[in-house]
Each structure stands twice: as structure tokens, then as C-alpha cells.
């Protein structure tokens, strides 16, 4: 377990999707400057603008507690006709080199922090057992008892991303939180991520505002992706609603079986 030394806090990025000006939005606010580590929970470069996100990123130093997501760990597995699914993950997965796609091969799963006021806080990408699997802010009691039940006992935390939308739940005895996405959000512009651990313990959802639509322009001039003007005008501008995402991610939890089940 690797502590968090001063209680300065931890803030938590998530899913940033290589939305470069939607992370320096984010690295810009006080209190994600003043905070003693910076997690990154995942997907973290496949989007338009992959290297330079790398770079910010690896700017932080020690500050920054990194994290496999599953697009991460499809870049790094990627080769020569055999890429990830999504063109644009496909594309960025092309932009790095060797080094840096071992990099991002050799990122972990899990970290398990100390956290001021919240004790020992473990954080994942999608669940604590499996990078792509779903756990929403609605889903059934049941199935946040299967995606942590092999969480150590003495963690009552668990911080996840993957779905790109924020909440806070309590869940069987534990708080789960997700931040959100910073460079991928549903439902309104802007990037979405949390604080932890500055004033007892508490757990903020945060959301910074920043010039969305200058930072498309910025995407489509200095991206290189022939498809990152209309990927930025999707997601940068956040065209699809949290309620059309947790309809579309919904049925990836089992619900529908379960009704079946219960029918």
C-alpha cells in the first residue's frame, strides 16, 4: 500500500481519452494542484492528441499514480493489423512508440492508497476484478456484491472509472465513487473528476468548466487524426446524455438477465 503523506489530498482523472486541453483544465485548479498525488484511473490516450497527453502526464512525476484502463492495455497489446477496435483508439495506438506502448503494457490493475480521513482506498479502471466490465450508479445490489467481493475487507473505498459518468453510491457496507471523464463526458461539457481526503475525509465530484469549442478547434488543427474534428465535436462537446449512456451501458450489468430470471 503506498501512502498518501501530507493529507493534502488526492485527486483522481479518469478516462481523459487524450483530451489535452481538458486535462490542463484540470491540472490548472488549485486544489489538483495542491494535491498530493494525481491518479489516473484509466484510459488515459486513446483519443486525438496521444503523445502530448503522454508527456503532460509523465510531467507530474511522482505525483502521478497510473492506472491500466482497457483501451491503455489494447494500445499496448497492439500490432500491425491486430489494434484495438475503435479507429481513433486504433489511430493513437499507432502515435506512440515502442517505449511508450511497453509503458502503458506494464501499468497495473489496482493501487491501493492511504487516503487522509478515508483509510486505505483502492482504485481501479471499470471494477476492482476486471477493466471493462460495468458497474453503474443504478445497478442491483447484487451485482456490486459479485464486483467486490474480492476487495480486502479493510478497504471501505473503492474509486473506479470506464462508464464516464460521475456519482457517489454505498454500497454493501463500502463507498464506491467514479470521477467521471475528463476528456469524454456524457451529458454536459467540460471534464468531470473528485478530490479525496482534505477535510475529514470527504469526497468531492468535481466538474471544470473549460472552452469547449476551442478546444475542438484546437483538436482538429493539431491532432493529425483524419477523424478528430468529428470525434471532438462528439465527445468534447458531449453531444450524448448520461440517460442515453446508462441505457446504452445498462444492459452490460446483467439487469436484463436478471428480469428475465425474475419473470
Known sequence: MKPSPTGAGV?????IHAVLPALEAVLAEPDVRAADRIVLTGDLLAGPLPRQTLARLRALGDRAVWISGNA???????????????????????????DELEFLGSLPATVTLEVAGLGPVLFCHATPRDDTEIALVDSRPERWAEVLAGVPEAVRTVVCGHTHMPF???????????????????????????LLGPGGGAVTLRHTAFDHEAACARIARESGSPSAAAWADTYVRARHSAEEA?????????????????G
Request: proline share 11%; no cysteine; aromatic share 6%.
Open 72 to 98: 491503455d492495455r489494447e494500445m499496448a497489446a497492439a500490432r500491425p493489423g491486430n489494434g484495438p477496435a475503435d479507429p481513433m483508439d486504433a489511430w493513437a495506438a499507432g502515435q506512440l512508440g515502442p
Open 11 to 15: 485527486a483522481v482523472l479518469s478516462d
Open 168 to 194: 457517489v453510491r454505498f454500497t454493501h457496507g463500502r463507498l464506491v465513487v467514479n470521477p467521471g471523464s475528463v476528456g469524454m463526458p456524457y451529458g454536459r461539457p467540460g471534464a468531470h473528476w473528485a
Open 246 to 262: 446508462l441505457a446504452a451501458f445498462g444492459p452490460g450489468d446483467g439487469r436484463d438477465a436478471a428480469r428475465g430470471t425474475d
